[in-house]
């Protein structure tokens, strides 16, 4: 087991920093890239371990990828163009490989196996084996549920179909909308709650339309996806460990250029201004239907709100570091409505309560959130970040306010979304 150790109560954050970029568009541009006709660039991809992972199934199936410094290019193959892969696909730690492949693989003309890491092959894959074989998708996964599934492709006999998002997953929408490219007929996928729609906008960007007509999302297959150039704004659920740190560590004051404010995943901006942090957003530009900005916030005094219905879909990778701010703010804060939080790389909720009461918050576990009670007076300790990256980050920001020191246990895992982060952390101290 390996640890970092953290001082708390030591250094104020200062300065300007850049984010890698998105993790959700990251993928999204590979997969994209891999399928359209033509070189696709990106460029301020994400080369964390779960993107990685993405890059290599390509690579595997035939697509040729190339890296350099902070670009991509992808030397797409067309919707027909992919192989058979030699072995297994790994997907590692990462659902978003898992799930949106999968919608891929069901329209191809070969079998694939999908396999995944510990935490990955836990996690509910029925949610996307049930509407791809709808599709007449052929999907075989261990007690029809988890990993590895066994992928039987049928080129050309999938099917579109109407379909209600039982959980609020824009994994399990990509899922289908990416099956919709191979099927022979529109699909129609509702709704309930909005989540994120980077599929939706970067398939557009690829020249296919997908209309969402009041939560009615339609696609009709498309003939083909032609190449683009791709520019990935920083990722706001990075941007989130430092807008918190920069709001609880008295004297912070940093700006965050370049990130992603697609209002499918600001609901942690509106959460942090109505919890009282000082943040401005200036800078607003768009670059291939993804909106970004810079973000400036400085230390302020936070209160306790209740957070619950629809925003909790566009801040659910949030919720650790949100729950790390609320143990800091005046009162008390209720989360409700994040059941999701469970079926992620680790069971958020637990994880969360339990490690921040043993920094000395009052926690209290719901089936569906949690409720905190601030102020609290956090004492550094061993944490355990159960291997879960955003578990590692939101506790090394809850350390940073902890009294004493603290170790960080598997603090490698961050490498899973953000390998730079505690770098960038160090490079805020002053
Ligand atoms: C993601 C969707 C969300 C999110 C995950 C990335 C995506 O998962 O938690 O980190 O890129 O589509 P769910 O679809 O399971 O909510």
């Not at 390996?2 to 541009?29: A, F, Q």
């Not at 990130?259 to 942090?272: A, D, K, M, S």
């Amino acid at each position: 087991m390996s640890g970092l150790i953290i001082k708390g109560g030591k250094h104020k954050l200062i300065g300007e920093i850049s984010l890698p970029g998105d993790k959700s568009i990251s993928h999204r541009s590979v997969m994209l890239g891999a399928l359209a006709e033509g070189t696709t660039t990106v460029k301020n991809i994400l080369f964390s371990k779960d993107v990685i992972r993405t890059i290599e199934a390509f690579r595997n199936m035939g697509v040729d990828i190339k890296e350099s410094e902070n670009l991509l290019r992808i030397e797409g193959v067309g919707l027909k163009g992919l192989k058979k892969p030699k072995e297994e696909i790994d997907c590692g730690n990462s659902g978003t490989t898992a799930r949106l492949l999968a919608g891929i693989l069901v329209g191809q003309n070969f079998s694939t196996t999908m396999i995944g890491d510990e935490s990955l092959s836990n996690r509910p894959m029925d949610r996307i084996i049930i509407p791809l074989s709808k599709m007449g998708g052929l999907i075989k996964g261990r007690e029809d549920k988890y990993l590895p599934l066994e992928i039987q492709g049928i080129e050309g006999k999938l099917k579109g179909i109407e379909y209600t998002l039982p959980v609020a997953s824009a994994q399990v929408k990509s899922s289908i909308l990416l099956a919709s490219l191979y099927s022979e007929s529109p699909t129609r996928i509702m709704e309930g709650k909005p989540t994120r729609d980077h599929t939706e906008r970067m398939l557009t960007y690829f020249g296919c339309p997908v209309q969402n007509i009041n939560g009615n999302i339609f696609i009709k297959p498309p003939a083909f996806l032609k190449a683009q150039d791709i520019y990935v704004p920083g990722d706001i659920s990075s941007a989130a460990y430092f807008m918190v740190a920069a709001s609880i560590v008295k004297g912070s004051n940093i700006t965050i250029k370049n990130v992603g404010i697609n209002p499918t995943r600001t609901g942690i901006i509106q959460v942090l201004k109505e919890m009282g942090a000082d943040i401005n957003i200036f800078n607003k530009r768009a670059l291939n239907n993804e909106p970004f900005a810079d973000i400036e916030i400085k230390y302020s005094p936070l209160k306790g709100i209740i957070i619950s219905g629809d925003i909790i879909a566009t801040l659910i990778d949030e919720i650790p570091i949100i729950a790390v701010a609320a143990t800091l703010a005046e009162g008390r804060t209720i989360i409700r409505d994040a059941q999701e939080l469970k079926y992620k790389e680790s069971n958020r909720i637990a994880v969360m309560v339990r490690e921040l009461n043993k920094m000395g918050a009052f926690v209290r576990e719901l089936p569906d959130g949690m409720i905190i009670e601030g102020k609290a007076t956090l004492k550094g300790g061993i944490l355990n970040s159960y291997k879960d990256h955003r578990i590692a980050m939101a506790l090394s920001i809850a350390a940073l306010r902890a009294e004493g020191e603290s170790i960080i246990k598997d603090h490698e895992c961050v490498n899973i979304s953000y390998p730079g982060f505690f770098n960038a952390l160090y490079n805020l101290f002053s």
